[in-house]
């Protein structure tokens, strides 16, 4: 089956740096991706790993190692509107075709002043 | 501007009384799913479609039924709502094929079942 993990709460401060991290266990691994989400709206794409490294996209960046079935979110310079759920879901190929996104339960972030 | 729709946006119904929540995206997606979020299972997808009269079963199909007769429109129907179906509900749409293609989410039916 797949299983993926996340923390469930995280605090920060603001201008600081902050880690958020994702293990998962899947058959057929076919990319991992970050949605950011705040309170009653809609997830929104943040990025998205295939291959292992490190992926840099301004202040957020992504890590994926394949072999160790983990992924990390980095965010840097925290802003009061980084505070949001952070979602990790990966694309398992055997568990109902290629478009099948299997969502951890978020990482919920406060960034305070 | 590309956009994924959902309506109604806040929906309060009783148990038994049968409802559809619609979902409509202008980017001629081929790929479209329906999903509920509740506290602390995060997202889990209910149906898809892989396209026009495609669709499937997700991971939690039970007590819900979609159609795909056109392309842009997949709309979720509850025959018969009953109040362990209260939760958040998006709809979503990407391409199909494409590695890097993100799912696109509407902004989500808060649904309350009496």
């Known amino acids: 089956g797949q299983n993926i993990d996340q923390p469930t709460e995280m605090t920060a401060t603001e201008g600081a740096i902050v880690q958020i991290n994702c293990t998962y266990q899947?058959?057929?691994?076919?990319?991992l991706f970050w949605y950011q989400q705040h309170a009653g709206e809609a997830p929104t794409f943040l990025s998205y790993n295939v291959l292992d490294g490190l992926e840099e996209k301004g202040r957020f960046s992504s890590f994926l190692s394949r072999s160790k079935g983990y992924s990390y979110l980095l965010l840097k310079e925290l802003q009061m509107k980084d505070s949001a759920s952070y979602l990790c879901a990966v694309r398992d190929l055997f568990s109902g075709g290629y478009n099948k996104l299997i969502f951890g339960a978020g990482t919920r972030l406060a960034v305070h002043p | 501007e590309a956009q994924v729709t959902q309506n109604p946006r806040y929906l309060i119904t009783v148990t038994g009384k049968k409802l559809t929540v619609t979902c409509s995206q202008n980017?001629?997606?081929?790929?479209m799913s329906w999903y509920r979020q509740d506290p602390g299972l995060g997202l889990r997808q209910i149906y898809y479609?892989?396209?026009?009269?495609?669709?499937d079963k997700g991971d939690v199909p039970e007590g819900y039924k979609v159609s795909r007769k056109e392309k842009r429109n997949f709309p979720l129907i509850l025959e018969s709502p009953s109040p362990n179906q209260t939760s958040l509900y998006f709809c979503a749409s990407n391409h199909r094929g494409q590695s890097t293609d993100t799912q696109y989410f509407g902004p989500g039916t808060r649904l309350t079942v009496l």
């Open positions: 479609s892989m396209n026009v009269e495609v669709t």
């Open positions: 980017m001629n997606h081929e790929y």
């Open positions: 899947t058959s057929g691994f076919n990319g």
